[in-house]
């Protein structure tokens, strides 16, 4: 385990990241609030291929964080660079996923995959052979022509995943892509996912409040309370890591984050 001092944005410096927050504020807190609300003087820099994790309270300015590289806010002081450039020109690079699926309960299961190849004017057959080849990745082939409202939550989000996977993007931004699923439904489409990450290497930068789920997935944690970085930590475990859960280094770094989060 290597823990970064608190505020540091790395152990060491990162050539060529995928992003970089650096120095960035933005303050929703409503007039009268008794906590802060947004980012302040937030540093933040993710290495290519890198499975990052934000974590934190609700409010402590994760998906803030998450929305600065997307280009969907724009800070008020800092600034945010993604794949080398600014997020609006990076935005065709990257990809979302969020807790509700959003999927178009019009478009069967492949088709709904298929979307944003058909608006990338990506030819038929080739988006056909994509996206059955994703949805045999999640374990959905056999799902390929049901509609949304003929699949569980879970199957719908292993949908948003594959649909979010096949553009192949640089750089994937997912907030709390597994909350609204019930545990033993979590458990399954986490593995999915880290099935599908593990053989392509995207950049992801995952948001989540879990701090079991964090230390499950992550190569880093990035943990957040009231819009800074508290602790920057390198997971150096193998996976999967369902096993570890009783182990030493794994309960000391659970230890670690709780504490680092609950600081007041």
Same mark, same amino acid.
């Given at each position: 385990?290597?823990?970064?001092?608190?505020?540091?944005?790395?152990?060491?410096?990162?050539?060529?990241?995928?992003?970089?927050?650096?120095?960035?504020? /933005?303050?929703?807190? $409503? &007039?009268? +609030?008794? #906590?802060?609300? @947004?980012?302040?003087?937030?540093?933040?820099?993710?290495?290519?291929?890198?499975?990052?994790?934000?974590?934190?309270?609700?409010?402590?300015?994760?998906?803030?964080?998450?929305?600065?590289?997307?280009?969907?806010?724009?800070?008020?002081?800092?600034?945010?660079?993604? /794949?080398?450039?600014? $997020? &609006?020109? +990076?935005? #065709?690079?990257? @990809?979302?996923?969020?807790?509700?699926?959003?999927?178009?309960?019009?478009?069967?299961?492949?088709?709904?995959?298929?979307?944003?190849?058909?608006?990338?004017?990506?030819?038929?057959?080739?988006?056909?052979?994509?996206?059955?080849?994703?949805?045999?990745?999640?374990? /959905?082939?056999?799902?390929?022509?049901?509609?949304?409202?003929?699949?569980?939550?879970?199957?719908?989000?292993?949908?948003?995943?594959?649909?979010?996977?096949?553009?192949?993007?640089?750089?994937?931004?997912?907030?709390?892509?597994?909350?609204?699923?019930?545990?033993?439904?979590?458990?399954?489409?986490?593995?999915?996912?880290?099935?599908?990450?593990?053989?392509?290497?995207?950049?992801?930068?995952?948001?989540?409040?879990?701090?079991?789920?964090?230390?499950?997935?992550?190569?880093?944690?990035?943990?957040?309370?009231?819009?800074?970085?508290?602790?920057?930590?390198?997971?150096?475990?193998?996976?999967?890591?369902?096993?570890?859960?009783?182990?030493?280094?794994?309960?000391?770094?659970?230890?670690?984050?709780?504490?680092?989060?609950?600081?007041?």
């Amino acid at each position: 385990m290597d823990v970064t001092a608190v505020g540091a944005v790395g152990a060491d410096a990162i050539e060529d990241p995928a992003f970089e927050i650096r120095s960035a504020t /933005l303050d929703y807190t $409503p &007039a009268g +609030a008794t #906590s802060f609300s @947004g980012v302040r003087d937030l540093s933040i820099t993710g290495r290519r291929g890198e499975l990052l994790v934000l974590v934190g309270h609700s409010g402590c300015g994760k998906t803030t964080a998450l929305n600065l590289m997307g280009g969907l806010i724009h800070p008020a002081a800092g600034s945010v660079s993604v /794949l080398g450039t600014s $997020p &609006a020109q +990076a935005r #065709s690079r990257m @990809g979302y996923m969020f807790a509700r699926d959003a999927l178009y309960p019009w478009r069967t299961a492949r088709r709904n995959v298929e979307l944003g190849m058909e608006i990338a004017h990506i030819g038929k057959v080739e988006r056909r052979e994509r996206a059955m080849d994703m949805l045999r990745r999640v374990g /959905l082939e056999a799902a390929a022509d049901r509609y949304p409202w003929q699949l569980s939550q879970g199957m719908r989000q292993r949908v948003a995943l594959a649909r979010t996977w096949v553009m192949k993007p640089a750089l994937i931004l997912m907030d709390e892509p597994f909350s609204a699923l019930d545990a033993q439904t979590r458990d399954v489409v986490r593995e999915e996912f880290l099935n599908v990450w593990s053989e392509e290497r995207q950049t992801v930068v995952f948001v989540t409040h879990d701090l079991n789920e964090a230390l499950l997935i992550a190569d880093r944690i990035v943990a957040m309370r009231e819009g800074r970085v508290v602790i920057d930590m390198s997971v150096d475990l193998d996976r999967p890591r369902n096993a570890l859960e009783s182990s030493a280094e794994y309960r000391d770094m659970l230890v670690e984050l709780r504490e680092a989060l609950n600081q007041h």
